[in-house]
């Protein structure tokens, strides 16, 4: 862009008092969203309740990824001055989450005094007539002078933490719950009751399961914890982030060109962040526009390309990992995987897995088959919502990868399915698919554009 371009869009602006916003403050994949913050609806008005009502602590869960962290920092300065907190690892230690939380609130102690005194006597002398007047003048001063330590040199313990909270107006933030020890989560537990005692506030944000560890921890939380489930994004809340940002940038995204972007990113915001940050920028949209610019899927081409094109190794790998296994035997991992296209299913429970292994997979062991279940749940190929009870492979993008290279084996097992998957993942033709290299990622694209 030419300086007097620069100079011409800067004075459109000045003029129509359109407010200019760069497009990483818009798109924040990595980062709370402020600008494009949707409200969730599985959270309500419930949350605001509990974060105002005094000494109710607060629990929020769900998957790594689901908006957990933006829900807490758009909401919690509602009711409250400032935060104090800590992302927890598994090396965090009880002394370390304390510590953390005093030196960010940055309070003192005076741990010495001192006081000075200071006297000074003058003589000063004038003429008056014949007879020489004299005058003493006695000054005093004093100075006192206070040495103050940082609490974090000093003692420190739950009481103190809960009182300085509560007087400057600031609740506690612990995500990552679910990676602290055993020990730690117990002690935090204890901790909990003291700040409900005190009227304190503490948010502790982790996976699904975190509220269940601390009731087991302190059984006295049951009435005083509140619990807040956020699930991954709906397809609706995921075209209010692309809505939004359309607004402050001044873009337009084209509808099919949305419903892909929602498709891809699967209930995940930062995915959905991502895609539409590379499509901005890959069409030198830095900001906020002058001119409204139209984005449609021939932009999204390229956006994909940069998304995954460097994940062709870590998606071969996951894949090999996952399903490869040199030892003879059922290969329990991929006929889970196979279940999907076999029944055609998107989301599956136990019954229909157990049913469909009954079915096809003979002298199966429920027992392998279970801790395989459970380990693609680990590894994050497939997501398991607590709610349901039901199991989805995690990622489309996998899903078309698993698709293509599983696609013998399922087109043995049956040709009808295995149209109505082309149908929904892709309108290229099947000799294409089958001309698709098992290593080239980036070949998957022409299917994922063609996503309904």
């Not at 940082?150 to 009182?163: F, G, P, W």
């Amino acid at each position: 862009m030419s300086y007097l371009q620069k100079i011409i869009d800067a004075l459109y602006f000045f003029f129509s008092f359109r407010r200019i916003h760069r497009l990483t403050d818009v798109y924040v994949p990595g980062d709370n969203a402020k600008k494009t913050f949707v409200e969730r609806e599985a959270i309500g008005k419930s949350f605001e309740l509990s974060l105002e009502t005094p000494g109710k602590q607060i629990v929020v869960y769900g998957k790594s990824g689901s908006g957990k962290s933006t829900v807490i920092n758009a909401k919690f300065s509602i009711y409250f001055d400032d935060k104090v907190g800590m992302v927890c690892t598994s090396d965090t230690t009880y002394e370390e989450l304390l510590k953390s939380a005093f030196d960010d609130l940055e309070l003192y102690v005076t741990t010495q005094k001192s006081k000075t005194n200071q006297y000074l006597i003058s003589s000063e002398g004038k003429a008056k007539s014949s007879v020489l007047e004299a005058k003493t003048l006695f000054q005093s001063s004093e100075s006192s002078q206070n040495l103050n330590e940082r609490v974090i040199t000093y003692q420190i313990s739950e009481n103190k933490l809960a009182r300085a909270l509560k007087e400057k107006n600031v609740c506690w933030i612990i995500e990552d719950f679910h990676l602290l020890g055993i020990d730690v989560k117990n002690k935090l537990a204890r901790c909990l009751k003291v700040f409900t005692d005190l009227g304190a506030k503490m948010i502790i944000a982790g996976i699904v399961g975190s509220p269940k560890e601390l009731l087991l921890y302190n059984t006295e939380l049951t009435n005083r914890l509140s619990e807040f489930y956020v699930p991954l994004m709906s397809e609706s809340e995921l075209h209010s982030i692309i809505t939004a940002g359309e607004k402050l940038l001044n873009v337009e995204f084209e509808d099919n060109c949305k419903n892909v972007i929602v498709k891809l990113s699967n209930g995940y915001a930062g995915v959905c962040h991502q895609l539409c940050l590379n499509m901005c920028w890959v069409n030198d949209i830095k900001s906020t526009q002058r001119k409204k610019k139209i984005l449609g899927l021939g932009d999204l081409s390229e956006t994909l390309y940069l998304y995954i094109g460097d994940k062709t190794d870590s998606f071969k790998k996951n894949y090999v990992n996952a399903f490869i296994r040199s030892e003879e035997g059922i290969n329990y991992a991929k006929q889970i995987i196979l279940s999907y296209f076999r029944t055609g299913q998107d989301v599956m429970n136990l019954q229909q897995f157990k049913y469909d292994f009954k079915k096809n997979v003979k002298e199966y062991s429920y027992d392998l088959f279970a801790k395989s279940l459970d380990d693609l749940v680990k590894k994050g190929v497939l997501d398991f919502n607590e709610i349901q009870s039901k199991y989805s492979i995690s990622n489309p993008i996998f899903h078309v990868y698993c698709y293509i290279n599983l696609k013998d084996e399922i087109d043995t097992i049956n040709k009808e399915r295995l149209r109505e998957e082309v149908n929904k993942f892709q309108t290229v033709n099947l000799e294409k698919i089958q001309a698709m290299s098992f290593s080239t990622m980036t070949e998957i694209i022409p299917a994922l554009m063609n996503m309904k």
